[in-house]
């Protein structure tokens, strides 16, 4: 049996605890150095299959500024970011934009992945 | 609404972002009705609305939020609530009467100069940011050289890129999220330097930010020298010793067409100084009492333009406190002066406000001078409390109970950070 330690930074939150991840085998035994259950979440994801949450822009029309900030709802495999980000680049939108609208439901098929706006932005 | 003024108010709020929008909820709390924000720009909400990537709010509202989204909840209340902003306008100057009303004097592009007479003011213009003047990079000045936020703004809001080849100098949060942002909008990062041995911006920031994209930190390290003729052609960088001199033999040439500086921000006091508010040389904003006043009567400061916070969800809840005593002074209370000056001591670079009062529960906010790991908050004779982890970007925040001044005799009330050996002592 081997015992292995893999150090991480939890950003869950600013506070980023640091946190060590033992497994035995590849099997995870134990998470330690989180202040909150989030911690123990975070780094049994972010070793076995890590994921992030990013904002970018998209174009928009009729609007006071020539881009709106949109997000995403449900983080996507961290070797998949720039694939999503292109996705997310050939969306134009065209004010009025409400925040939240949804412009892209599950983005690059993965389920729960919604591309939503940031912000309202009227016409002008 | 947005864009009308009226000749009067209760409260007039200058600046319209986060902290001038919960200093108008704040009066709000108070009951006073007649309220305007004075907002600069096309729109309230100020740099939130460029601050497109998540982290805000998990204080205040306990959920994560975008700037912008964060931005709009407060717009929305403050629409909601009949407050008046006028945007595009600028606040030329403030006068007092000789009845204690201000006038606010205000350039509205369609109403010209106008007076705007109220009750109380309260200050929220928020900082910007230092350039390269203000740090003195050696070289020649051409295009290409810009601050982190106002490449921002281009980035988020306009969609231009700054470059294509970008470096960064300083490890804020604002550089190390720029980063991130110009990667996935399709510039190549080369790297980000840092003169301190360790980043100034949040741990989590380095992950996402530099590490998810293998962008280089290079701590210790600053920019030497700026090249190029009409566009930026390199930068030499080199290393700084313990007393931040440059290591001349050890610098090297890295190839940019961009340098992006994030190396601090000031607050924007131009018009308190005007006024003769007095400032405080180390926040370089205004000195406050525990009501958030300054020292005109009627005149309150918060946010970033009193001193630089790194949490918005701080700045909201300082604002909202300066706003419900702006509202009532607005409705005639007038308070005790203050009885007792707090003084940084040992290891505190700054703590705002300037006074407390025995009547009341106070937050008060405070710097470190240095990275301290774990260190004792003590307060006087009154208290003590151990911190885990302090980091001067980080900004410290204190609740003080009005039972624990009760028995506080003395006029000056002293806190210090005392850095603590090991985890043992801090058990003792």
Redesign the interface.
């Given at each position: 049996m081997t015992e292995e330690n893999t150090n991480f930074v939890c950003i869950s939150c600013p506070m980023g605890c640091p946190l060590v991840l033992v497994t035995e085998d590849g099997e995870i035994k134990e998470v330690s150095g989180q202040q909150c259950n989030r911690g123990a979440k975070y780094a049994k994801q972010e070793y076995s299959d890590p994921k992030r949450t990013f904002s970018t822009i998209i174009t928009i029309e009729g609007a006071l500024y020539n881009k709106l900030p949109v997000k995403l709802t449900a983080p996507v495999p961290k070797d998949r970011i720039f694939d999503a980000c292109k996705e997310i680049h050939k969306m134009k939108a065209v004010a009025p934009v409400k925040v939240g609208h949804v412009f892209i439901e599950g983005l690059l098929g993965l389920d729960g992945v919604n591309v939503v706006a940031c912000r309202s932005m009227k016409k002008v | 609404m947005l864009g009308r003024m009226n000749k009067s108010y209760d409260c007039v709020i200058i600046g319209g972002g986060p902290a001038g929008m919960a200093a108008a909820m704040g009066a709000m709390d108070t009951g006073v009705s007649d309220i305007l924000v004075v907002e600069r720009d096309?729109?309230p909400g100020g740099i939130l609305?460029q601050c497109?990537?998540?982290?805000f709010g998990?204080h205040y509202f306990k959920e994560?939020l975008?700037?912008?989204?964060y931005?709009?909840r407060f717009l929305e209340k403050m629409i909601d609530n009949d407050v008046d902003v006028v945007s595009n306008s600028y606040v030329s100057g403030i006068s007092i009467d000789s009845d204690g009303s201000k006038q606010v004097r205000i350039l509205h592009p369609k109403a010209g100069l106008s007076s705007i007479r109220c009750k109380s003011v309260v200050l929220a213009m928020g900082c910007r940011e230092r350039t390269r003047g203000a740090i003195r990079i050696p070289g020649s000045r051409p295009a290409g050289v810009l601050s982190a936020g106002l490449a921002q703004k281009f980035?988020?809001?306009?969609?231009y890129l700054p470059g294509k080849k970008i470096a960064i100098l300083g490890s804020g949060d604002i550089g190390l999220i720029m980063a991130?942002r110009l990667v996935?909008?399709g510039c190549e990062v080369v790297g980000v330097f840092e003169m301190m041995p360790y980043s100034n911006g949040?741990?989590?920031n380095?992950?996402?930010c530099l590490d998810?994209f293998n962008i280089p930190l290079h701590l210790s390290t600053t920019v030497a020298r700026v090249h190029g003729r009409d566009r930026v052609s390199h930068i030499t960088v080199a290393p700084v010793d313990e007393k931040f001199n440059i290591i001349k033999e050890k610098a090297w040439d890295v190839d940019c067409d961009t340098l992006l500086l994030s190396v601090g921000l000031i607050p924007e006091n131009e018009l308190s100084e005007k006024i003769g508010v007095a400032l405080d040389v180390i926040t370089s904003g205004p000195r406050v009492s525990s009501s958030m006043e300054t020292t005109m009567s009627g005149v309150f400061a918060c946010g970033n333009v009193l001193h630089v916070h790194d949490?918005v969800d701080f700045v909201t809840e300082e604002a909202l406190s300066a706003g419900r005593y702006a509202g009532e002074y607005a409705r005639g209370t007038r308070r005790p002066a203050d009885s007792i000056e707090l003084v940084p001591g040992q290891n505190v670079r700054y703590c705002v406000p300037h006074t407390l009062s025995p009547e009341r529960e106070h937050t008060v906010y405070m710097r470190a001078t240095q990275r301290m790991q774990p260190c004792l908050l003590r307060v006087g004779n009154l208290l003590e409390k151990k911190l885990r982890f302090v980091v001067p970007a980080e900004m410290i925040n204190l609740k003080i109970k009005p039972d624990l001044l009760d028995k506080f005799r003395g006029e000056h009330l002293t806190i210090d950070l005392i850095p603590l050996d090991d985890d043992k002592k801090m058990e003792a």
């Open positions: - | 096309p729109e609305r497109i990537h998540s982290g998990l994560e975008t700037g912008p989204e931005a709009e980035v988020n809001m306009n969609g991130r996935l909008e949040l741990t989590r380095v992950v996402q998810d949490l």
